[in-house]
């Protein structure tokens, strides 16, 4: 097990998990009032990404390495898309809450990918999964819009 292709997975993930955090704050406010009981469970998302991202900068620790603690290209590219598509949009909560689904499919493909690799050793790999289980919860929550409604 190279122990920089660890490292570097790692950062990838941390990166997915601060644009995670970073998209979390454009939902703030635009889909209370359609979705009221979505709330506990977007603070419950929040709550777990904080959770996630440290526990991810830990392991990078652990390993000797720095944490990249910016986001990735591609999600400030995906929040500004965001942003313009909601600025066009008739129904911003439907719009936000799907970005959510987006950004949540694509972190949970990263997170397989990641597992896939072979690059992560063992304990990081357990950490991995069990945020890939997280992910694909809140992910459940959030793709049945129809449930959510007042």
């Not at 292709?5 to 009032?33: A, C, H």
Request: aromatic residues 6%; hydrophobic residues 35%.
């Amino acid at each position: 097990m190279n122990n920089q292709k660890t490292l570097s997975v790692l950062n990838d993930l941390l990166n997915i998990t601060n644009d995670r955090i970073q998209g979390f704050s454009k939902v703030e406010d635009k889909v209370w009032e359609q979705y009221p009981l979505l709330r506990a469970d977007y603070d419950t998302m929040v709550s777990q990404s904080h959770t996630m991202k440290n526990q991810l900068t830990n392991l990078i620790t652990e390993r000797g390495g720095t944490p990249d603690q910016s986001g990735s290209a591609a999600g400030a590219i995906h929040r500004a898309w965001i942003d313009v598509k909601n600025s066009f949009s008739a129904d911003k909560a439907d719009t936000t809450i799907g970005n959510v689904v987006y950004g949540e499919s694509a972190a949970i493909d990263a997170y397989q990918d990641a597992l896939d690799s072979g690059d992560l050793c063992p304990e990081s790999s357990r950490v991995v999964l069990d945020q890939l289980h997280q992910l694909k919860a809140s992910h459940d929550k959030f793709e049945n819009l129809e449930d959510l409604k007042n």
